[in-house]
């Protein structure tokens, strides 16, 4: 089975953008989950009018608390999965304000912890269908975070003919190489919310970025969509942003993009921590069978929707990419010889439900000198899943120097 036909399976044409750049219709049918996924129907979204009115009726310490909603998602989160009222306690990667309400709350007993899961309930989360709650993390989706405040809100680079949106959060160091991240196939970098949160005030320089045709950059429809063609961009963001050398965090596609500019540049990489990659196609396992991937997938089609400079194009953007995804990459041995092994981690985790364990056990044995790491209890979204350990886990790899 192809990924086209894992996609469609996944995806139901209802849930593709219409022309009024809207992902929901008028219809009553569920969106895009089909009957195997969760339960709920995109069209029961709650909207940002009913969040406002919300508020009206909120206790007014507590509002002006709720004045950002970024970091409410990840709290409600917590809230639900730790055990209920008495167990609400956000994990560190949670903003300032989080603790604040969380403590607030505490304060007032009993009512003001309900008060607070009702504000949950009531949809603080914008595309709360698509969240996936259980006990066993590797089986949920926690709601995408949102990247902290970097005083800029983002900006565009002109690179290879199309908008390249990133953003840069603390300073240079003269102890450590800026840090790029770089997302996984449909998803945007917000996604690396907490990461980012985690790395700021520990002297390194971060940067964040939109692939080509992901979230807020755009993209040549005209062109076939390639990891040679992402990962170079990537390398002149580096130029465009005078940064000689980095280091980079991959996730899935953003791991092989890592890889590959690893592979083709050595010369401009530090370190690479790669979590999720796949060196073939055959590497690639049957995404339409995991409930978590899907709702994921649909996920995306909402958030594409919100940020992209392109919303009526998904239909072409997804057929870009899963063109790319049956016929890339196709590395062998050979391909990794350039890398300097030394600093390279080849990460998974151990309930990986998108990539096969042996992908990773190829990698790491291509890279002798390197580091092969397998995170437990977690899966494809492991950043997200048990963001405190998968920042541990960045932070044994590139703070230890």
Known sequence: MTLLHQLQ????SSVLLSDDKSPLSDDKSPRGLGNSAVDTSLSETPSRTRIKDLKKNSPELILKLLRRETFIAPLCYVGFDTGGLEALSPPS???????LIVALANQLGLVGQAILLWLCVSGKYPDESTVIRSSKRWLSLPPTPSLPDSGSGGKYADINNIQLWYDVFGTSSSHHSPIIFLHGGLANSDYFGHQVQFFQGKGF????????????????????????LMSEDFVALLDYLHIPKASFVGWSDGAINALNIAAKHPSRVDKVFAFAANYNTSGVMDI?????????????VLEYDRLSL?????TDFLNQITQMWNTQPNWTESFFSPINSTNVWIVDADHEEAVYRNQQDDMARWLPDGGQLLLPQVSHFAFIQAPDMFNAMLWSFFGQD
């Not at 399976?9 to 139901?12: A, S, V």
């Not at 392109?310 to 998904?314: A, G, I």
């Open 9 to 12: 399976q996944g995806i139901d």
């Open 93 to 99: 990667s949670t903003s300032v304000e989080a603790w």
């Open 205 to 228: 320089k971060i940067v964040t970025v939109d692939s080509r045709g992901h979230g807020r950059s755009t993209t040549d429809f005209n062109i076939p969509l390639g990891y040679d």
């Open 288 to 300: 339409s069978l995991s409930k978590v991937f899907t709702t994921y997938i649909n996920r995306t």
């Open 310 to 314: 392109h919303p009526d194009r998904y």
